[in-house]
């Protein structure tokens, strides 16, 4: 099983649509998550830190559930730009070991 | 802002040449990474270096890698006898601007990656 998992996509929505992805992982010794975004050949790039409280920043929502073991992000009135590959990224409790999952690809359509 | 430079972009070899891959990490930054991905896969975990010495590795950075901070402001990867399988775009990484040790509010800062080519 891998250690961090997501659909890959792609997801196609119009813009505006609301969109939500779910990361599962494995390793319950996970301590820290997060998303990134990567846009085609450039450097993944952090789009938000997960709590288990939920955090929200603008039109982006992000939620772990440890006793699941999965991470959603949510994205609200979705704009072109958000066109990307979203990575959902485990930190393991040793605090030197970061897992990507494979990304999940959204595209949005005019 | 500060940034994660990398260089050179592109780096194009023959199979069973070194290459050495430079970054120059943020400057009070405290942990150092390698990572790599092969064109249309995920981000790969290779390696973390903190203080002075290697953190974590995975199965990925066997014998024919190394890394090594020379002095002080640059941070590289080493690899010794290219194979075909090692072309891949590699990305360093560094955070933790005097947080020991790593939590959920360090955030880590991508260089834009070096694209390796072994042909």
């Known amino acids: 099983r891998k250690e961090v998992e997501q659909d890959p996509g792609p997801f196609n929505v119009p813009e505006g649509a609301t969109v939500a992805f779910n990361c599962t992982y494995s390793n319950s010794a996970s301590q820290s998550f997060f998303w990134y975004r990567q846009d085609c050949r450039k450097e993944p790039k952090l789009l938000m830190s997960?709590?288990?409280s939920g955090n929200e920043d603008g039109r982006f929502t992000a939620q772990l559930n440890r006793a699941s073991q999965y991470i959603s992000l949510l994205i609200r009135d979705s704009k072109l730009s958000d066109s990307a590959t979203y990575l959902c990224v485990a930190l393991y409790s040793s605090a030197s070991k970061i897992i990507f999952g494979s990304g999940t690809r959204l595209s949005i359509r005019p | 802002e500060p940034e994660v430079t990398q260089t050179p972009s592109h780096q194009v070899t023959q199979m069973g040449q070194e290459v050495i891959l430079r970054c120059v990490p943020i400057?009070?930054?405290?942990?150092f990474y390698w990572y790599r991905q092969i064109l249309g896969q995920k981000v790969e975990f290779l390696v973390s270096f903190y203080n002075n010495e290697i953190s974590e590795k995975s199965e990925i950075f066997d014998d024919q890698f190394s890394v090594e901070r020379p002095d002080g402001s640059n941070f590289t990867l080493k690899i010794r006898s290219t194979k075909l399988e090692d072309s891949a775009m590699y990305f360093c990484?560094?955070?933790?601007?005097?947080?020991?040790?790593?939590?959920?509010?360090?955030?880590?800062?991508f260089g834009p990656g070096t694209r390796l080519t072994v042909l």
């Open positions: 400057s009070n930054h405290l942990y």
């Open positions: 997960v709590y288990s």
């Open positions: 990484a560094s955070t933790g601007a005097g947080v020991v040790p790593l939590g959920v509010t360090d955030t880590q800062y």
